[in-house]
T-cell receptor
Framework: DAKTTQPPSMDCAEGRAANLPCNHS???????VYWYRQIHSQGPQYIIH???NNETNEMASLIITEDRKSSTLILPHATLRDTAVYYC???????????FGAGTILRVKS | DTAVSQTPKYLVTQMGNDKSIKCEQN?????MYWYKQDSKKFLKIMFS???????INETVPNRFSPKSPDKAHLNLHINSLELGDSAVYFC?????????????FGPGTRLLVL
């Protein structure tokens, strides 16, 4: 898996956009970037993934730089329920497993 | 309907006992996993099964024995429980096909060994 680096924690005001960065400078051409989150006392939850192009779904947007060395997960209107640990993962293709790091603790505050 | 379910949710037991945790998914997925999250909150894969066949075993002590009676179920049996086995165990499943990094996790089983 490509190594990913995330800030240990971030705060965000409720209703504002939460922008979570991730560095993955050693990512190879066929490795996707995946984002998961884990709300307290729950199992990890898949959010979004992408390869080169920006992606958007009902939960979030994923912006990947042109050189693919970093990406940003955007929660457009953060709510208190978005408080969680967010994991950026670049798994080895067809490796059939996820390697979780420490992630970023996002605290959404009212 | 719960997509990935685990039983029990909580398990408190004595050292040396043998216990099982069960997992079921109703998503029609072919691949299932067990992950362990320890007190430091790091989540690590233990096992993966594809269509009832073991495909990943991440150097887990042989006291841990997964069993997959069919592709919708993956159980974890732990013999001779030790204090260090205390953790949260998560089951997950992924879609058929080549890319299996989109995984769906269960709610976890909180194991406490006394």
């Amino acid at each position: 898996d490509a190594k990913t680096t995330q800030p240990p924690s971030m705060d965000c005001a409720e209703g504002r956009a939460a922008n979570l960065p991730c560095n993955h400078s050693t990512i190879s051409g066929n490795e996707y970037v995946y984002w998961y989150r884990q709300i307290h006392s729950q199992g990890p939850q898949y959010i979004i993934h992408g390869l080169k192009n920006n992606e958007t779904n009902e939960m979030a947007s994923l912006i990947i730089t042109e050189d693919r060395k970093s990406s940003t997960l955007i929660l457009p209107h953060a709510t208190l329920r978005d408080t969680a640990v967010y994991y950026c993962i670049a798994p080895k293709p067809y490796g059939n497993k996820l390697v979780f790091g420490a992630g970023t603790i996002l605290r959404v505050k009212s | 309907d719960t997509a990935v379910s685990q039983t029990p949710k909580y398990l408190v037991t004595q050292m040396g006992n043998d216990k099982s945790i069960k997992c079921e998914q109703n998503l029609g997925h072919d691949t299932m996993y067990w992950y362990k999250q320890d007190s430091k909150k790091f989540l690590k894969i233990m096992f993966s099964y594809n269509n009832k066949e073991l495909i990943i075993n991440e150097t887990v002590p042989n006291r841990f024995s997964p069993k997959s009676p069919d592709k919708a179920h993956l159980n974890l049996h732990i013999n001779s429980l030790e204090l260090g086995d205390s953790a949260v165990y998560f089951c997950a499943s992924s879609q058929p096909g080549n890319r299996k990094e989109t995984q769906y996790f269960g709610p976890g089983t909180r194991l406490l060994v006394l």
